[in-house]
């Protein structure tokens, strides 16, 4: 049990802005356990966000496009940007145009350059666009606020598991080396069997739910195949942009099937 307490508490420490001042050990159980825990991490996220629709719904009149506003303002300062930068590095580096190992330096570059910022611009802009139009919509269901952070992640957990490192030193790395496949993947199944049975009864549209697991799964393997391609593998900016990416392809899917 302690075990399973430490690696909730590190997910919150290394994926939110929720302060843990605690020292926490780092070992294969309490990784594994963290990265079994973030689609979970998601819902929590996902279920402040699904409170906040509902006071806006309930006891204001404002427009569906600022509550789209709203909403992924909200989550990007649950994660405090932590995601969005990773997805910004990614666009410099990639646009770069330069090989492997320039991109790679590149990625690990604190600054940001215009295609950095280019891309953080169409990633939210696309967010806010689509999550409007869907509030928007009478019957829209407030459980889509928790399963579409819900699936990001787990789709991210099956990249990252897969997936060998770009480079060995880093977060990313450290995190391979500490995940043991074994005991996530068992995690893993029981997590995405009692998720997507919830959000199944909540939403009453399993077939949507079998399109969105899909998407995730197929997301995941092409982006392991681009990553390899043109990173050499997973890192943490990657995986950053990974949830941030599937995110805004989930709220599209959404748009297009509801």
């Avoid at 307490?5 to 294969?28: D, H, S």
């Avoid at 992924?72 to 492997?100: C, K, Q």
């Avoid at 897969?162 to 995190?175: A, I, M, P, R, V």
């Amino acid at each position: 049990m302690k075990t399973v307490i430490n690696g909730i508490l590190l997910a919150f420490q290394f994926f939110t802005v929720v302060p843990i001042n605690k020292e926490l050990p780092l070992t294969k159980k309490t990784v594994t356990a963290m990265f079994s825990f973030l689609p979970w991490l998601g819902a929590v996220m996902g279920a402040s966000m699904a409170a906040i629709f509902y006071i806006l719904q309930t006891y204001t009149d404002i427009s569906p496009m600022l509550t789209g506003f709203l909403l992924v303002f909200g989550y990007v300062i649950w994660t405090g940007g932590l995601h969005l930068d990773g997805f910004v590095d990614m666009g410099d580096a990639f646009f770069s145009y330069r090989n492997i190992e320039k991109r790679i330096e590149i990625l690990d570059d604190p600054r940001i350059g215009a295609f950095g910022a280019m891309s953080l611009v169409f990633l939210v802009l696309t967010k806010i666009f689509f999550l409007s139009e869907l509030v928007g919509q009478q019957d829209f269901n407030w459980i889509w606020l928790i399963a579409v952070p819900f699936f990001s992640r787990l789709g991210m957990s099956i990249y990252f598991i897969q997936t060998k490192s770009s480079k060995e030193k880093g977060l990313g790395y450290f995190f391979k080396q500490h995940l043991h496949p074994k005991f996530w993947l068992i995690n893993t199944i029981f997590s995405t069997i009692i998720g997507t049975s919830l959000i199944v009864w909540l939403s009453g549209q399993w077939q949507l739910i079998v399109i969105i697991l899909i998407i995730v799964v197929v997301a995941a393997l092409l982006y392991k195949w681009w990553t390899i391609r043109n990173f050499r593998g997973s890192s943490g900016d990657l995986l950053g942009a990974f949830i941030e990416g599937m995110e805004a392809v989930l709220w599209i899917t959404l748009l297009l099937f509801t």
